[in-house]
């Protein structure tokens, strides 16, 4: 797209749009929780929608001229029942901290025992981390990784049982394999424990059906919706059966507790955008490309670790996995896979051994390059890539002091490296074959 709108307006914004096009044109990016959105879906975002006011919900707006607005609303939240296999879904949460935080004004006092998995072992910062509100108005209990990488559910269950939560979160930012979901759920209830299931990075995988659902085993499902189910920002609060026979009338606890609650008005342009992203989930081509999301993520994982390169747990059952780069040498690995070419993030490797700012680990992803069209050999060609990067950076030490400095003055040296700009050059020619689609099917 030109902009030319934008350009007769504001050539300056213009053009810096047209740049960041054209960076993800030729930067293919591995971060687990980016991908693309087809062009039907950022033109809803792009409509007259967001010029509407809609307080409340269909049938009960707080603005007159929303007809056709209850209309967009409720198609988005049947096509999310019928996806995901839920009596009720809330699409008004403007993102997935938010709908989380729904969630526990909806189910908890402050001060309240809440348990999640920990934030370095791959939980999200909504769950309880420290740096959180979360963390911060509630009592918080942290489950964790086994010394292998896998989760720690015996000790888990223990912490249910002694500490008796009132909420539960079960769900991962960052682990590799699949999420034991079902494994919660009779303790949590014992224990009159709600369980929310945050399944933002999986959920395009849940809907098609290539990793287990969380639906008969969670009382509550939250999950953003542009991540593996490639659709705009936004977010989507479900109900489950079991939720509904748990605590009768949580449904409109939770949507009362949102508005008027903890929001305004919802965004209409971005609920007509999920409803969009959900019909094309909804297609058969979708399963696909989730099954293809998986399939490289293995190829990846197993080609870094034919190359010699250390991966948590030997490999991964999903979208993402974790590769070592030694203590606090994340960032470093993150510099040196940028200038060439490729964007993965500085991430905590299981039982990390440094801190959240310079963690040990770089995570990688493949539901953005499996958007474009690659497969299992163009998996191999950039784990290539990713191994020379980490080659050309292997004796560089992260200082105890200086950090900050230090790492300025890494990225410099980097720029002007001749061989990073090489591998740089392979993978923009190697995105020349698969560019952006703005058609999913």
Same mark, same amino acid.
């Given at each position: 797209?030109?902009? =030319?709108?934008?350009?007769?307006?504001?050539?300056?914004? *213009?053009?810096?749009?047209?740049?960041?096009?054209?960076?993800?044109?030729?930067?293919?990016?591995?971060?687990?929780?980016?991908?693309?959105?087809?062009?039907?879906?950022?033109?809803?975002?792009?409509?007259?929608?967001?010029?509407?006011?809609?307080? +409340?919900?269909?049938?009960?707006?707080?603005?007159? +001229?929303?007809?056709?607005?209850?209309?967009?609303?409720?198609?988005?939240?049947?096509?999310?029942?019928?996806?995901?296999?839920?009596?009720?879904?809330?699409?008004?949460?403007?993102?997935?901290?938010?709908?989380?935080?729904?969630?526990?004004?909806? /189910?908890?006092?402050?001060?309240?025992?809440?348990?999640?998995?920990?934030?370095?072992?791959?939980?999200?910062?909504?769950?309880?981390?420290?740096?959180?509100?979360?963390?911060?108005?509630?009592?918080? /209990?942290?489950?964790?990784?086994?010394?292998?990488?896998?989760?720690?559910?015996?000790? #888990?269950?223990?912490?249910?049982?002694?500490?008796?939560?009132?909420?539960?979160?079960?769900?991962?930012?960052?682990?590799?394999?699949?999420?034991?979901?079902?494994?919660?759920?009779?303790?949590?209830?014992?224990?009159?424990?709600?369980?929310?299931?945050?399944?933002?990075?999986?959920?395009?995988?849940?809907? #098609?059906?290539?990793?287990?659902?969380?639906?008969? %085993?969670?009382?509550?499902?939250?999950?953003?919706?542009?991540?593996?189910?490639?659709?705009?920002?936004?977010?989507?609060?479900?109900?489950?059966?079991?939720?509904?026979? !748990?605590?009768? +009338?949580?449904?409109?606890?939770?949507? @009362?507790?949102?508005?008027?609650?903890?929001?305004?008005?919802?965004?209409?342009?971005?609920?007509?955008?999920?409803?969009?992203?959900?019909?094309? #989930?909804?297609?058969?081509? !979708?399963?696909?490309?989730?099954?293809?999301?998986?399939?490289? #993520?293995?190829?990846?994982?197993?080609?870094?670790?034919?190359?010699?390169?250390?991966?948590?747990?030997?490999?991964?059952?999903?979208?993402? &996995?974790?590769?070592?780069?030694?203590?606090?040498?994340?960032?470093?690995?993150?510099?040196?896979?940028?200038? $060439?070419?490729?964007?993965?993030?500085?991430?905590?490797?299981?039982?990390?051994?440094?801190?959240?700012?310079?963690?040990?680990?770089?995570?990688?992803?493949?539901?953005?390059?499996?958007? @474009?069209?690659?497969?299992?050999? =163009?998996?191999? *060609?950039?784990? +290539? /890539?990713?191994?020379?990067? &980490?080659?050309?950076?292997?004796?560089?030490?992260?200082?105890?002091?200086?950090?900050? $400095?230090?790492?300025?003055?890494? *990225?410099?040296?980097?720029?002007?490296?001749?061989?990073?700009?090489?591998?740089?050059?392979?993978?923009? %020619?190697?995105?020349?074959? !698969?560019?952006?689609?703005?058609?999913?099917?």
């Amino acid at each position: 797209m030109d902009y =030319q709108e934008i350009f007769d307006q504001d050539q300056s914004l *213009q053009q810096l749009i047209v740049a960041e096009e054209l960076r993800q044109a030729r930067k293919p990016t591995l971060i687990p929780s980016e991908n693309h959105a087809s062009k039907a879906v950022r033109s809803a975002l792009a409509s007259r929608l967001g010029d509407k006011y809609s307080e +409340g919900y269909p049938g009960a707006r707080f603005y007159p +001229g929303n007809d056709i607005i209850d209309i967009i609303e409720a198609i988005a939240v049947e096509r999310a029942v019928k996806l995901f296999g839920v009596p009720h879904a809330n699409v008004q949460a403007h993102s997935g901290s938010p709908a989380n935080r729904v969630i526990y004004d909806t /189910v908890c006092k402050p001060g309240d025992t809440i348990m999640g998995l920990g934030l370095p072992d791959g939980g999200h910062l909504t769950h309880g981390a420290d740096a959180s509100i979360t963390g911060k108005h509630y009592k918080v /209990v942290r489950y964790g990784l086994r010394p292998d990488g896998y989760l720690d559910v015996e000790k #888990a269950l223990g912490l249910i049982e002694k500490e008796k939560p009132v909420l539960i979160w079960v769900g991962a930012t960052a682990y590799p394999r699949l999420f034991p979901f079902n494994a919660f759920i009779d303790a949590a209830e014992r224990n009159n424990c709600i369980v929310a299931a945050d399944v933002s990075h999986i959920a395009g995988l849940i809907a #098609a059906e290539v990793h287990p659902s969380p639906v008969p %085993h969670a009382h509550i499902v939250t999950t953003t919706t542009h991540k593996t189910l490639r659709g705009p920002r936004g977010a989507i609060i479900m109900t489950t059966e079991r939720g509904l026979a !748990f605590r009768p +009338g949580l449904d409109k606890l939770i949507d @009362r507790t949102l508005f008027p609650g903890s929001q305004g008005g919802p965004h209409d342009n971005v609920t007509a955008a999920i409803a969009i992203a959900l019909g094309e #989930a909804a297609h058969p081509s !979708f399963k696909e490309y989730a099954t293809a999301i998986i399939e490289n #993520a293995e190829a990846l994982a197993s080609t870094l670790m034919a190359r010699g390169l250390t991966i948590a747990t030997n490999g991964t059952d999903n979208h993402l &996995m974790l590769l070592y780069c030694g203590k606090g040498r994340g960032i470093i690995v993150q510099s040196a896979l940028q200038q $060439a070419g490729l964007l993965g993030n500085k991430n905590a490797f299981p039982n990390e051994q440094s801190t959240a700012f310079y963690p040990s680990s770089v995570r990688l992803g493949t539901p953005a390059v499996t958007t @474009r069209g690659m497969m299992p050999p =163009q998996m191999v *060609q950039i784990a +290539g /890539v990713i191994a020379e990067a &980490m080659e050309l950076v292997a004796d560089e030490v992260l200082p105890e002091k200086g950090r900050p $400095a230090y790492v300025r003055d890494l *990225q410099q040296r980097l720029a002007s490296n001749n061989k990073l700009g090489e591998l740089a050059a392979f993978i923009e %020619h190697l995105c020349s074959y !698969f560019p952006i689609p703005d058609r999913h099917f």
